[in-house]
T-cell receptor
Framework: DTGVSQNPRHKITKRGQNVTFRCDPISEHNRLYWYRQTLGQGPEFLTYFQNEAQLEKSRLLSDRFSAERPKGSFSTLEIQRTEQGDSAMYLC??????????FGSGTRLTVV | QQQVKQSPQSLIVQKGGIPIINCAYENTAFDYFPWYQQFPGKGPALLIAIRPDVSEKKEGRFTISFNKSAKQFSLHIMDSQPGDSATYFCAAPSFSGAGSYQLTFGKGTKLSVIP
């Protein structure tokens, strides 16, 4: 399968715990994006990587959030000291051009 | 920053009907306007996209109509089927200072096609 892979699919964590999500993009795509989607809303941009460089971060990405893309391959998104408001679907997308996004199936985070 | 307004929020049509979903955008500087389809538990999937040098684009049963002067574009689904029941999102590009483009999405339209 050459699609975008995200793991885990679901994560339930207690408030205050740290969580980390992984995204494996389509191999020839050098652009990688993280989005967050809450119930009944469209995806909201969080951050963008071109190869290993993180070029853009949304104001939605508080200092509890950090993302990496070592060697320009897979990416991780870490949330420290999770809060209930962090409960959402976290979507990863990759593209070879500016616009042709391919999304993964997402990681659904529930903070209890 | 791009703003995207999508309507209606939900839509119910009978099989064979032609649901129409509308989207309005603000920033006219860009040249790519996609529609995404999302099923429960899945990520959004690109359905069809248009560049504003044309007023209409068809792919199978899906058509985008684009009105550049009104800054609006719409999705039409011909001969809708129960399998088309999903949430549909329009999107428009936003340009960041770092030289990257992100897509700004509408809030979505939940379509239900009843047999």
């Amino acid at each position: 399968d050459t699609g975008v892979s995200q793991n885990p699919r679901h994560k339930i964590t207690k408030r205050g715990q740290n969580v980390t999500f992984r995204c494996d993009p389509i191999s020839e795509h050098n652009r990688l994006y993280w989005y967050r989607q809450t119930l009944g809303q469209g995806p909201e941009f969080l951050t963008y990587f071109q190869n290993e460089a993180q070029l853009e971060k949304s104001r939605l990405l508080s200092d509890r959030f950090s993302a990496e893309r070592p060697k320009g391959s897979f990416s991780t998104l870490e949330i420290q000291r999770t809060e209930q408001g962090d409960s959402a679907m976290y979507l990863c997308a990759s593209s070879a051009t500016e616009y042709g996004y391919t999304f993964g199936s997402g990681t659904r985070l529930t903070v209890v | 920053q791009q703003q995207v307004k999508q309507s209606p929020q939900s839509l119910i049509v009978q099989k064979g009907g032609i649901p129409i979903i509308n989207c309005a955008y603000e920033n006219t500087a860009f040249d790519y306007f996609p529609w995404y389809q999302q099923f429960p538990g899945k990520g959004p999937a690109l359905l069809i996209a248009i560049r504003p040098d044309v007023s209409e684009k068809k792919e199978g049963r899906f058509t985008i109509s684009f009105n550049k002067s009104a800054k609006q574009f719409s999705l039409h689904i011909m001969d809708s089927q129960p399998g088309d029941s999903a949430t549909y999102f329009c999107a428009a590009p936003s340009f960041s200072g770092a030289g990257s483009y992100q897509l700004t999405f509408g809030k979505g339209t939940k379509l239900s096609v009843i047999p």
